[in-house]
Each structure stands twice: as C-alpha cells, then as structure tokens.
Nanobody, 119 residues
C-alpha cells in the first residue's frame, strides 16, 4: 500500500506559476512510478505527467509540455512545477503511483488539490 498526500494548490492568475508536491509513503513507495493527473469539472480525469522511480525518466502530456516540469527527490516526494498557466489548467490535481503503465492504469491515488487559474 502507498499513501499519497498532495499540497500546494491554490488560485493564480493566467500566465502565473504554481508548484504542487506529493509525499509518497509506504513500504515500497520508492519502487513506483509517481505521476499527476487532473480532473476539471464535467470532464474526464486526464494524465498530466509521470516520473520513474529513479527520477530520470519522465513523461508529459502534450497539453503541458514546455510549461510543466515533474521532478522527484530521494524521499519520494514528487513535484509538479507549473508555469505559463492557462484558465484551462483549472482542475483538481491528483497524485498517483503505479507501474510503467501509470498513464492508463495507476494503482494508488491521493486526495487531490485544487488549482484555479483566473483569466
């Protein structure tokens, strides 16, 4: 079992920046791929970014490439640094943990943190 606790959401103006963090804990947390998803009101949950257990392999959705960066530290905290934010980035952002197929089938979820981008 892996526990995921997000923090860092909030309200920001369009064009601004915001950073999210997610602390992963559990007996084998350091072997999992960690990632971020988001869900906007009335829309399906979508994959945003993922990073491998070593912190070297990353994957980003096309919609956030060039604006978002994912990173991970040795204490199994994963970060999502978001820049040039747009109103369409408004969503609940959820941390996830899983295997290499995390983008389609994550195993564990955090509670989520709200990000609101005003125009």
């Amino acid at each position: 079992q892996v526990q995921l606790v997000e923090s860092g959401g909030g309200v920001v103006q369009g064009g601004g920046s915001l950073s999210l963090s997610c602390a992963a804990s559990g007996r084998i947390a350091n072997t999992y791929v960690l990632g971020w998803f988001r869900q906007a009101p009335g829309k399906e949950r979508e994959f945003v970014a993922a990073i491998g257990w070593s912190g070297r392999g990353t994957d980003l959705a096309d919609s956030v490439k060039g604006r978002f960066t994912i990173s991970r530290d040795a204490k199994n905290t994963v970060y999502l640094q978001m820049t040039s934010l747009k109103p369409e980035d408004t969503a609940v952002y959820l941390c996830a943990a899983g295997g290499i197929s995390i983008a389609t089938s994550p195993r564990f979820w955090g509670q989520g943190t709200q990000v609101t981008v005003s125009s």
